[in-house]
């Protein structure tokens, strides 16, 4: 099956975090800087010790066949969302982009 990649970016900014979340940020930012840069369908974490951005890096493969087609964005921002919550982490200003791989390289 064929499918296109798209690099999606979702940006963000810590919101109400407890003293025992940025704890627990800060014992495992060393795993989530900047060095980590790896786009997964399950989505890279990146944050620095600041605590007050972060971003997350999803490798979003889009079907040829699919219908309807998906927005390479809202399924970044829907997976971001979803982790965030899971994890219980206050957040806001979500944003998102998408770069379509196969554009990238063509002239």
Request: charged content about 25%.
């Amino acid at each position: 099956m064929a499918a296109t990649v798209h690099r999606v970016v979702v940006r963000g900014h810590f919101a109400d975090l407890t003293d025992e979340q940025r704890a627990s940020l800060l014992a495992e930012a060393d795993e989530h800087d900047f060095h980590q840069v790896t786009y997964t369908e399950w989505g890279t974490f990146i944050y620095e010790r600041n605590l007050v951005a972060f971003n997350f890096r999803y490798e979003v493969r889009i079907a040829d066949d699919a219908d309807p087609v998906p927005d390479p964005v809202d399924v970044g921002l829907a997976k971001a969302t979803a982790s965030l919550q899971e994890w219980g982490l206050g957040h806001k200003h979500l944003k998102a982009t998408a770069t379509d791989m196969s554009q990238v390289w063509s002239t």
